[in-house]
């Protein structure tokens, strides 16, 4: 079964960079069926989009936030990362990566999750 | 894009049966199909239902979906209900490349 896991620090200064990796175990980025995505729920809050990659490097994000998020891939390593520029305490939330699935060329849901993990922005 | 907006909360008593509406501020519900998530407290989402009223391998029957074009709004739902349906639950949907999340449901199972 497939296992997505977040590793990264946990706590990040304000105007600083924010930057977690998702490791895919039992299963391969490369994958032509899926994009790779990282989602944030702020503490109590609701779920939020961020971006979505594919194994190709092919991105795109939230455009609410699109300015300062880059995610990327590592192919060699089954991994994909997200960096977030100009933190505040608004981006204070737990980070969830996942994988996305598609059929047809078309987005279907997201099917796997990983744990979450939380990153506070305090100096 | 446009916007989901879901009820705060609702809640039931076990074995009845509730209804999660979702409603669409612009464009056709019927545009772009809609999912549900389930979120237990501390832990992740999972999926309950896709393309409007699709049921996942492994998730009971009781959970269903479905949109009405006259209202512009998804619906979920649970039958039967048990107190272990009690969670937050998150409509999904797409509008070009973004994916858009409601702003979730508390149900509460008393």
């Known amino acids: 079964q497939l296992q997505l896991q977040e590793s990264g620090p946990g706590l990040v200064k304000p105007s600083g960079t924010l930057s977690l990796t998702c490791t895919v175990s039992?299963?391969?980025?490369?994958?032509?069926?899926?994009?790779w995505v990282w989602i944030r729920q702020p503490p109590g809050k609701g779920l939020e989009w961020i971006g979505s990659?594919?194994?190709?490097?092919?991105?795109y994000y939230n455009p609410s936030l699109k300015s300062r998020v880059i995610i990327s891939v590592d192919v060699s390593k089954n991994q994909f990362s997200l960096k977030l520029n100009s933190v505040t305490a608004a981006d204070t939330a737990v980070y969830f990566c996942?994988?996305?699935?598609?059929?047809?060329?078309?987005?279907?849901?997201?099917?796997?999750w990983g744990q979450g993990s939380l990153v506070t922005v305090s100096s | 894009n446009f916007m989901l907006t879901q009820p705060h909360s609702v809640s039931e008593s076990p074995g009845e049966t509730v209804t999660i509406s979702c409603t669409r501020n612009?464009?056709?519900?019927?545009?772009?199909?809609v999912q549900w998530y389930q979120q237990r407290p501390g832990r992740a989402p999972s999926i309950v239902i896709y393309?409007?009223?699709?049921?996942p391998s492994g998730v009971p029957d009781r959970f269903s979906g479905s949109i009405d074009s006259s209202s512009n709004s998804a619906s979920l739902t649970i039958s039967g209900l048990k107190t272990e349906d009690e969670a937050d639950y998150y409509c999904?949907?797409?509008?070009?490349?973004?994916?858009?999340f409601g702003g979730g449901t508390k149900l509460t199972v008393l």
């Open positions: 996942a994988r996305e699935k598609w059929d047809l060329l078309r987005f279907v849901y997201f099917d796997y």
């Open positions: 039992d299963g391969s980025i490369s994958s032509s069926s899926h994009y």
């Open positions: 990659t594919y194994y190709t490097g092919s991105a």
């Open positions: 612009s464009g056709s519900i019927a545009s772009n199909y």
């Open positions: 393309e409007d009223s699709r049921r």
């Open positions: 999904q949907s797409y509008d070009n490349s973004n994916r858009l």
